[in-house]
């Protein structure tokens, strides 16, 4: 089942946003982003399997992911955005690529649709 990221919107420089992905069955989530003209990069990665979360350089003490298993949902709270946070925001369930952890399942991953964050004043 594809997941289905919501939450993007506009925000000054030094505001917050709240991602949501709403998925269930996974062993591991990764938030991942894409910028016009850049590759896509990998901003966490939320591994069920030992209960870590794993954050780019980039993003690490301004991003946190968590969990609310009620409602099958992942956050992912970005705080202290910055203007080169800006791009679409994808959540993928059995895939990830961030802080030195990597995972992928081609046969049983999935991507959601992307939301747009953008960060200007």
């Known amino acids: 089942v594809q997941p289905v990221e919501s939450g993007g919107g506009l925000v000054q420089p030094g505001g917050s946003l709240r991602l949501s992905c709403a998925a269930s069955?996974?062993?591991?989530m990764g938030w991942f982003r894409q910028a016009p003209g850049k590759e896509r990069e990998g901003v966490s990665c939320?591994?069920?399997?030992?209960?870590?979360?794993y954050y780019a350089g980039s993003v690490k003490g301004r991003f946190t992911v968590t969990r609310e298993n009620a409602k099958n949902t992942v956050y992912l709270q970005m705080n202290n955005l910055k203007p080169e946070d800006t791009a679409v925001y994808y959540c993928?369930?059995?895939?990830?690529?961030?802080?030195?952890?990597?995972?992928?399942?081609?046969?049983?991953?999935?991507w959601g649709q992307g939301t747009q964050v953008t960060v200007s004043s």
């Open positions: 069955g996974f062993t591991v």
């Open positions: 939320f591994d069920t399997s030992d209960g870590r979360t």
């Open positions: 993928a369930t059995e895939y990830c690529n961030a802080g030195g952890r990597y995972y992928a399942d081609s046969a049983g991953g999935s």
